[in-house]
């Protein structure tokens, strides 16, 4: 069976009998077929969301031919929704097969063709286009596993930290506060002793879940390491930062985590730090500075915001 997206044919074509003839074998081999007079109809058919990504069609049309339709689609650049082309044409000189070649078809059927050469050229066409689509969903795997942690779904350390860089720069240009909240789960190794590394990796995923539903859409999350966790505020003085980083500690503790062995009340000790946008600030410095308020917080009993002036 085809798969939805595979479904989906233009056929661009001039001629009412080749469009009735070659839309009845589309449909007979399970194809949804839209059709286009010329190749100016079947380009703006190409423009719309969800269009088709098998495009038959015809050399020698009005308007716009088979071979312009092709180097437009090619010259629009490149896209995840790449559009197979098969031109069809009762040219057969080589040199046509190279012109059409060259323009960006990527296959040549000759009119009058037969039914099954056009049905195996189809099925061609439908395996290059979930070819592709693999090696874009291998892609994005690959660019997920470089960008987020695979256990929280967080942003990873390396992510985090390039965040918060591009942050401070926009602070710098913009004269606006960046603050940052460096937070810690406290006793997390007696945590793993107690109930072991699953129930661990349980606090873990639901900390970092709590953490990312209780910040604005644009603040920026991260796994820092370990069980550290690190917060990037835009546009937020230190009183803002400080009730933000105490509403971020509030909804971690007042909820006991659910965990394979059993419910435990969790508690964050966190370190905050801000930039005043009034120059550009070291990326390392302030996470330094967040990092010094967060062993304070230790220090000082944990479950607890601390900040500490240490220019």
């Not at 990504?53 to 049309?61: A, C, F, P, Q, S």
């Not at 602070?171 to 997390?188: E, L, T, Y």
Request: charged residues 30%.
């Amino acid at each position: 069976m085809l798969q939805s997206a595979d479904k989906r044919v233009l056929l661009v074509d001039d001629s009412p009998i080749y469009r009735r003839l070659i839309s009845a074998h589309l449909r007979e081999w399970g194809f949804d077929v839209t059709l286009a007079n010329n190749g100016a109809e079947g380009w703006n058919a190409l423009q719309r969301p969800g269009s088709p990504r098998l495009v038959l069609t015809d050399w020698v049309m009005p308007y716009m031919d088979g071979v312009e339709l092709c180097r437009k689609l090619r010259d629009r650049g490149t896209t995840d929704a790449y559009v197979y082309t098969i031109l069809l044409t009762s040219k057969d000189e080589k040199s046509d097969l190279l012109k059409a070649m060259e323009a960006g078809a990527d296959d040549y059927l000759v009119k009058p063709f037969d039914e099954q050469e056009l049905h195996a050229r189809m099925l061609v066409g439908k395996r290059i286009l979930a070819l592709q689509r693999d090696l874009i969903s291998a892609r994005e795997e690959m660019r997920r596993a470089a960008t987020y942690d695979g256990l929280t779904e967080l942003l990873n350390r390396r992510e985090i930290i390039e965040a918060l860089r591009r942050e401070l720069s926009r602070s710098c240009r913009d004269k606006k506060c960046v603050s940052v909240i460096m937070a810690d789960i406290d006793h997390f190794k007696s945590i793993n002793d107690d109930l072991g590394h699953l129930a661990g990796d349980d606090v873990l995923k639901e900390v970092a879940r709590r953490l990312r539903a209780s910040v604005r859409p644009y603040d920026l999350v991260g796994r820092y390491g370990g069980e550290e966790f690190l917060v990037v505020l835009p546009n937020c003085d230190l009183i803002a930062t400080f009730n933000r980083a105490d509403q971020l500690r509030s909804n971690v503790s007042t909820k006991p985590v659910s965990t394979n062995a059993g419910p435990r009340k969790v508690t964050l000790s966190m370190g905050v730090a801000v930039a005043n946008g009034e120059s550009l600030t070291d990326t390392q410095a302030l996470i330094h500075c967040a990092d010094v308020g967060l062993y304070e917080a230790k220090r000082n009993g944990r479950d607890r915001v601390e900040q500490v002036d240490v220019s």
